[in-house]
Nanobody
Framework: VQLQASGGGSVQLGGSLRLSCTAS??????ISWAWHRQVPGDRRDPI?????????TYTDSVRGRFVISRNNVGNTLYLQMNNLEPVDTATYYC?????????WGQGTLVTVSS
């Protein structure tokens, strides 16, 4: 599975961005998707997960502001980010899990200014 993320950029406090992540390869083997984020010197933590059945999970810091979804074809993952805050500034990574492996996309930088 190969993942290609896009959609990062710079916004002001309260703004919105939508990240996309397009998968190629053995996408039928993907059982769940996730978005992670990382700031320099810190861990890469998951912030939103969507399972094969469409169930979603969010970390407390983004719940109610971010929405994870995927398209009907099942090859593109999205992260709609609303009401962005400076603390959301990070590099965002998409990920996909199969039974055997965990795949990462390249990071996309999101910068939120006050």
């Amino acid at each position: 599975v190969q993942l290609q993320a896009s959609g990062g950029g710079s916004v002001q406090l309260g703004g919105s961005l939508r990240l996309s992540c397009t998968a190629s390869g053995s996408i039928s083997r993907i059982i769940s998707w996730a978005w992670h984020r990382q700031v320099p010197g810190d861990r890469r933590d998951p912030i939103a997960i969507i399972g094969g059945d469409g169930d979603t999970t969010y970390t407390d810091s983004v719940r109610g502001r971010f929405v994870i979804s995927r398209n009907n074809v099942g090859n593109t993952l999205y992260l709609q980010m609303n009401n962005l805050e400076p603390v959301d500034t990070a590099t965002y990574y998409c990920a996909a899990a199969t039974q055997e492996n965990y795949f990462w996309g390249q990071g996309t930088l999101v910068t939120v200014s006050s």
